[in-house]
């Protein structure tokens, strides 16, 4: 039951960022993620709200408990890890294709395991060995057909932001396996409800932050921000992916590093989207790229398996 929440995750997920392509095209970034916050946290507003007046039992499966500044903590400095991965990713996917940006994106359980054995000191065996090899070799061919469109990934900042994005979204993938750990097993041992919950209203007040500090001032002399449905549709796709995920997370058994794996199969969809509806160029050049990225993603499971 765990993978398939993890899959199903992966197909909301590719619809996020279908819509969060369309939402940006022309527009400006920084209202866009500010109102992107805005609706998850009112998402799930009156759930902490019922949940604190006694509306909501604690047997409810949408029940967040109350929790204190201990709790807190931990929440406030996820939202800082996604907030930034998010700021890079968005203007990364404003001026790139959505079929360079999703194998990318895609990359990241390879950047996961690497932290692993950085931070946990895991070791690699074979399988998992062959997966970040074939993500590296899908990496430089991905760079090849880049150049194909005028695009060097050595030198252009937007594919900076991208890698930059899915960087900080491994990082926030290891902070989770600690997050959502026993304490018996070195974790914290939050609830899901109160970390997927919360962190929307902490990045709700950061954004508003630099909304009003750096984009208000000088919005005539930027991209102008016009308004666009996709926006709340990036909110709910987001929302329920990010549940099903946690959901998923929460049962016996579950392995976090399958269950971000199976995630990052929404590339699939995003990849699909790009090049029949937003009609993105070099597309069977892509298409061999985003193979070796599933194949890699493949071996990565069998390893990890």
């Known amino acids: 039951m765990w993978l398939i929440c993890g899959f199903i995750s992966a197909a909301l997920l590719g619809c996020y960022d279908v819509c969060k392509k369309h939402s940006l095209k022309g527009n400006a970034v920084i209202p866009v993620l500010f109102l992107n916050t805005l609706f998850c946290s009112l998402i799930f507003l009156p759930l902490v709200l019922c949940s604190a007046f006694g509306v909501m039992g604690e ?9 204190g500044w201990a709790v807190q903590k931990y929440i406030v400095l996820k939202s800082c890890i996604v907030l930034s991965s998010w700021l890079c990713a968005y203007f990364g996917m404003k001026h790139l294709p959505l079929t360079l940006v999703g194998p990318i994106n895609a990359s990241r359980p390879v950047m996961v395991l690497i932290g692993a054995i950085l931070v946990f000191g895991e070791q690699l065996n074979l399988m998992q060995w062959i ?8 990496f430089f061919m991905l760079s090849r057909s880049g150049k194909k469109e005028g695009i060097d990934f050595r030198h252009n900042k937007w594919i900076f932001c991208v890698v930059m994005g899915a960087v900080l979204g491994a990082v926030s993938g290891l902070y989770d396996k600690f997050l959502m750990a026993p304490e018996a097993n070195g974790g914290v041992g939050l609830n899901r409800m109160v970390v997927q919950s919360y962190y929307n209203f902490y990045q709700c007040l950061m954004m508003l932050t630099m909304l009003v500090v750096l984009w208000w001032p000088t919005r005539r002399k930027s991209t102008q921000f016009h308004w666009d449905w996709a926006i709340v549709l990036i909110s709910v796709f987001l929302s329920v992916a990010d549940f099903v995920y946690f959901y998923g997370l929460s049962l016996d058994g579950a392995m976090v590093s399958v269950v971000s794996l199976a995630r990052r199969s929404s590339v699939v969809v995003s990849f699909l989207v790009g090049a029949y509806i937003f009609h993105e160029k070099n597309l069977k050049s ?13 071996f990565l499971y069998l390893g990890t398996s």
């Open 286 to 298: 892509k298409a061999v790229d985003l193979v070796f990225v599933l194949l890699g993603m493949i």
């Open 59 to 67: 047997d409810a499966l949408l029940y967040v408990p109350v929790q």
């Open 131 to 138: 997966g970040v090899a074939l993500a590296i070799l899908s």
